[in-house]
């Protein structure tokens, strides 16, 4: 038993906030966050919750994989910035698609890897036959923890949602998945408030996004290139056996390391962070599905799916598409 990606849909607000947009914002230009980022701008929500992003990514998704959503018995939803502290954003998106056959739902919390995952262990449930058919999520409202007066990150988020539909085939679809986590590395990105801890800075509204980019700059670069041997070496890989990378999209500068690594020409990279921003969790699977939509990926494609992010984490997985 496999599971194999059947439907992808993605989902950006409406509002465009543009790197001339910050510049009357804070001390920054447009060139300097191109030259460092490759962002040109990103999209932020004006309200709209992210279960709200998610249900129009999610509903994208069903259309392209031909499913209703009570085929779903499975949604496991990647964010760092949910709806609420409880109900789950997974429980939040089942009620709003209308499914009530009782299957699980759930989040899972691994910020910019959250989405590789989400996907890893939404792989398991079905190879192990506890699922069917599932909806595999990433979607943030990060804007709402971005100290919009911090240049050095301020700069570099956005909000958004992608979504893959996972089902049960006998041909091999996710071919490997490859999930870490290193917990000492809290200081060189984190938020800097939460429920139990430092709860009146989040009531005051003054939880946000803190990062040491540089450092964490250099850990990300040496780190994905550690998984990308990893995940060829799991599947008795070269790197040319490799069709697409679709990596996080948090700096062009990162991706571009990678896709050297691989020695991939940078037409075969997915990038999307000049137009998103770094979307955290939904980076990736709004990559994805943004290629799959303008026909660059095509079916029986090899594709390298990596990311990295707060905790720290990071992750892989190497699909058959
Ligand atoms: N505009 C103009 N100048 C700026 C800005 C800005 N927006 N931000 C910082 N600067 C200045 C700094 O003050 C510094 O000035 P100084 O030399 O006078 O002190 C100078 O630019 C260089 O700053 P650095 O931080 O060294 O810049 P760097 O080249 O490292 O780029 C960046 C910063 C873009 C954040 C980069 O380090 C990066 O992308 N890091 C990794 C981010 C990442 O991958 N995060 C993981 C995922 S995110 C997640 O998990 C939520």
């Given at each position: 038993?496999?599971?194999?990606?059947?439907?992808?849909?993605?989902?950006?607000?409406e509002?465009?906030?543009?790197?001339?947009?910050?510049?009357?914002?804070?001390?920054?230009?447009?060139q300097?966050?191109?030259?460092?980022?490759?962002?040109?701008?990103?999209?932020?929500?004006?309200?709209?919750?992210?279960?709200?992003?998610?249900?129009?990514a999610?509903?994208?998704?069903?259309?392209?994989?031909n499913?209703?959503?009570?085929?779903?018995?499975?949604?496991?939803?990647?964010?760092?910035?949910?709806?609420?502290?409880?109900?789950?954003?997974?429980?939040?998106?089942?009620r709003?698609?209308?499914?009530?056959?009782?299957?699980?739902?759930?989040?899972?919390?691994?910020?910019?890897?959250?989405?590789?995952?989400?996907?890893?262990?939404?792989?398991?449930?079905?190879?192990s036959g506890?699922s069917?058919?599932?909806?595999?999520?990433?979607?943030?409202?990060?804007?709402?923890?971005?100290d919009?007066?911090?240049?050095?990150?301020?700069?570099?988020f956005?909000?958004?949602?992608?979504?893959?539909?996972?089902?049960?085939?006998?041909?091999?679809?996710?071919?490997?998945?490859?999930?870490?986590?290193?917990?000492?590395?809290?200081?060189?990105?984190?938020?800097n408030?939460?429920?139990?801890?430092d709860?009146?800075?989040?009531?005051?509204?003054?939880a946000?996004?803190?990062?040491?980019?540089?450092?964490?700059?250099?850990?990300?670069?040496?780190t994905?290139?550690?998984?990308?041997?990893?995940t060829?070496?799991?599947?008795?890989?070269?790197?040319?056996?490799?069709?697409w990378?679709?990596?996080?999209?948090?700096?062009?500068?990162?991706?571009?390391?990678?896709?050297?690594?691989l020695?991939?020409?940078?037409?075969?990279?997915v990038?999307t962070?000049?137009?998103?921003?770094?979307?955290?969790?939904?980076?990736?699977?709004?990559?994805?599905?943004?290629?799959?939509r303008?026909?660059?990926?095509?079916?029986?494609?090899?594709?390298?799916?990596e990311?990295?992010g707060?905790?720290?984490?990071?992750?892989s997985?190497?699909?058959?598409?």
């Open positions: 038993m496999f599971s194999k990606i059947i439907g992808t849909g993605g989902y950006l607000p509002k465009v906030l543009s790197n001339h947009d910050l510049e009357k914002m804070v001390d920054t230009s447009h300097w966050i191109v030259e460092r980022t490759g962002i040109h701008q990103r999209h932020i929500t004006e309200g709209q919750t992210t279960s709200e992003l998610a249900e129009k999610a509903r994208q998704a069903l259309e392209m994989a499913k209703t959503p009570d085929d779903i018995d499975l949604i496991i939803f990647a964010t760092t910035t949910p709806d609420l502290v409880f109900p789950s954003s997974a429980c939040l998106l089942q709003r698609l209308g499914i009530k056959n009782g299957g699980a739902a759930f989040d899972i919390q691994a910020v910019c890897t959250g989405f590789v995952y989400a996907l890893a262990t939404a792989d398991k449930f079905i190879r506890s069917k058919c599932a909806l595999v999520v990433g979607a943030e409202t990060l804007s709402n923890i971005v919009w007066s911090d240049r050095s990150t301020c700069i570099l956005g909000d958004g949602a992608g979504v893959v539909v996972l089902e049960a085939t006998d041909e091999p679809g996710i071919l490997s998945t490859h999930i870490h986590a290193d917990g000492s590395y809290e200081d060189l990105l984190k938020v408030a939460g429920i139990s801890q709860y009146q800075r989040l009531k005051e509204g003054e946000f996004i803190q990062m040491k980019g540089n450092e964490v700059f250099k850990v990300a670069v040496n994905l290139g550690r998984i990308v041997d990893e060829l070496a799991a599947n008795n890989m070269q790197r040319d056996d490799i069709d990378l679709v990596p996080h999209q948090a700096n062009i500068r990162i991706i571009n390391a990678t896709a050297k690594k020695k991939l020409p940078t037409e075969n990279v990038v962070v000049d137009q998103h921003g770094n979307t955290s969790g939904a980076s990736i699977p709004l990559a994805l599905d943004t290629a799959v303008d026909g660059r990926i095509k079916k029986g494609e090899t594709l390298l799916l990311g990295f707060g905790g720290f984490t990071w992750g997985a190497l699909i058959r598409f």
